[in-house]
């Protein structure tokens, strides 16, 4: 069964930053293209990053790039997405997602940026 738990969460002023961790399991980690998403309330979930498992450069929404990084520890089966210079236009709760899970959600982290 994958699930995918995420954490690092919180309420940061503009331009602050942080990073939030996915612990992943029931899938092999290492070979899966891993992915954070952010949804607003009341609003779609949007993609913001996307890394492959072959060092392929990430790929990042345009709202995020420069800011946000994505990366992963395959020995630790996580996921991880520093975020700099946040903006209260962040503010959302944070998804990772790996096509394993078959449409299936964790339970996200929320994000505040606000001052």
């Known amino acids: 069964q994958v699930h995918l738990v995420e954490s690092g969460g919180g309420w940061v002023h503009p331009g602050g930053s942080l990073t939030l961790s996915c612990v992943a399991s029931g899938f092999t980690f290492h070979n899966t293209v891993m992915s954070w998403y952010r949804q607003v309330p009341g609003k779609v979930r949007d993609l913001v990053a996307v890394?492959?498992?072959?060092?392929?450069?990430?790929t990042y929404a345009a709202s995020v790039r420069g800011r946000f990084t994505i990366s992963r520890d395959n020995a630790k089966n996580t996921l991880y997405l520093q975020m700099n210079n946040l903006k209260p236009e962040d503010t959302a709760v944070y998804y990772c997602?790996?096509?394993?899970?078959?449409?299936?959600w964790g339970q996200g982290t929320q994000v505040t940026v606000s001052s």
């Open positions: 890394m492959d498992s072959i060092g392929t450069p990430p």
């Open positions: 997602y790996a096509p394993p899970a078959r449409g299936t």
